[in-house]
Structures are given as structure tokens and as C-alpha cells.
């Protein structure tokens, strides 16, 4: 076990052992980073501390009923199904949230493993690079999609406004001609009715 928290501690910031059935805890790879919030009290005291010290506010509701000790052993035992466990039996949950301890909010991911009914080992991970990035992308996406509705309804209405300005100086053409034909004998009308076909005519190719 050792070996391979040694060879995780190259990925993530915090590893914990955590002994459910006393509530102990020994954290690999943390010394540095967490060593004013990992004091060898118990690991809810201590968690806690931690998540109340820099984790950002909007993150501590959801972080703290995650990581109730209540709501591990429900997981563990079956009673909270996660459909995180379809992909992988040892992983309980992950979760990402944001925390100022660096000065600035980052983002990180907590996630949960099973070792057996009564074992866990936390992680913490620095993923504040990859999810602002996602969320970049998700913005470019969201602003494209919009670019190409507003552009798509501004075609709806050209073709619209087109179809209305050629329908009706046709329309007109129509008319006029009809009548100019009817009254071939009235050359003054005749004329006239001409004179508006050739009007709504200049329209159209205008």
C-alpha cells in the first residue's frame, strides 16, 4: 500500500488513509501543503478545519455533507447508490470545488476510494488548469451557438423581407397588365396601366 500511495503522491497534492471505525487518519504526501490544517486530530476535525479555513463558501455545504462520516459508510455499505461505481467498484464519489489556498481560488478535485468496509483513501488533485479550460471551451461553444441562432434568424428575416419585396411589385405587374389588356381600346388607361407596370418593373430590379 505504501508503494502505491508513494507512486500517487506524484499526481495529487493530499492523500489520506483514513480509518473509519476511529475516525484516525495518516496523510502521505500533505506535510507540506495541509500541514496547518492535518493537525492528528480526527479526520472530520481536521477536514473540516480545512474546508472552513479556504475552501470558497458556495463549496463548503456540499463538501462537508460529502465528506460526513455518515455519508461514507452509507456509501460503503450500499445505502447511497453512485452510478460513479458502475465504471470503477473502489471509487465512492469525486467531487470538484474551489479553494484559496495558494491566495486565489483554484480548482481541485476531491475523490473518494475504497480499501475495504471500514477503509478509505482521500485524494486531492490540482485540476484547475483542465476545468478552465473546459469551462473555456464551454463558453466558446455557448457564444458560437448563439452567433449562428442570431445568424441563422437574421437569414430567416432577409429571406423573409426578399420574399415580400419581389412578391409584391409582381403582384402589381400582375394586376396592371390584366387591366392595360382589358382596356386596349382605351388607350389613355391603356397607357397608364403601362406606365405603372414599368414603375413596379424598376422596383423589382432595384
Not at 470503477?88 to 470538484?96: A, E, H, P, R, T
Not at 411589385?169 to 405603372?196: Q, R, S
Request: glycine share 2%; proline share 1%.
Amino acid at each position: 500500500k505504501t508503494d502505491i500511495l508513494e507512486i500517487m503522491g506524484d499526481y495529487y497534492e493530499s492523500i489520506c488513509y483514513v480509518n473509519l471505525n476511529d475516525n484516525s487518519y495518516i496523510p502521505y504526501e500533505a506535510e507540506k501543503k495541509f500541514a496547518q490544517w492535518y493537525k492528528g486530530n480526527s479526520f472530520s476535525e481536521d477536514f473540516a478545519n480545512y474546508i472552513d479555513s479556504v475552501v470558497l463558501e458556495e463549496y463548503r455545504g456540499i463538501l462537508k455533507e460529502c465528506m460526513s462520516t455518515d455519508t461514507i459508510k452509507n456509501l460503503l455499505s450500499g445505502e447511497i447508490i453512485n452510478s460513479e461505481n458502475q465504471i470503477n467498484d473502489n471509487l465512492l464519489f469525486s467531487i470538484q470545488y474551489q479553494d484559496n489556498r495558494t491566495g486565489s481560488p483554484k480548482y481541485y478535485e476531491l475523490t473518494i476510494l475504497k480499501i475495504d468496509d471500514s477503509h478509505i483513501i482521500t485524494t486531492i488533485q490540482d485540476r484547475d488548469y483542465i476545468i478552465r479550460k473546459e469551462n473555456e471551451q464551454k463558453e466558446i461553444l455557448s457564444e458560437q451557438k448563439a452567433k449562428a441562432e442570431a445568424a441563422n434568424k437574421a437569414k430567416s428575416t432577409f429571406l423573409f423581407n426578399m420574399s415580400h419585396d419581389i412578391r409584391t411589385p409582381m403582384n402589381a405587374i400582375k394586376g396592371f397588365t390584366e387591366l392595360a389588356e382589358k382596356n386596349l381600346d382605351d388607350k389613355e388607361k391603356a397607357a397608364n396601366y403601362l406606365e405603372k407596370v414599368k414603375t413596379s418593373n424598376e422596383h423589382l430590379l432595384h
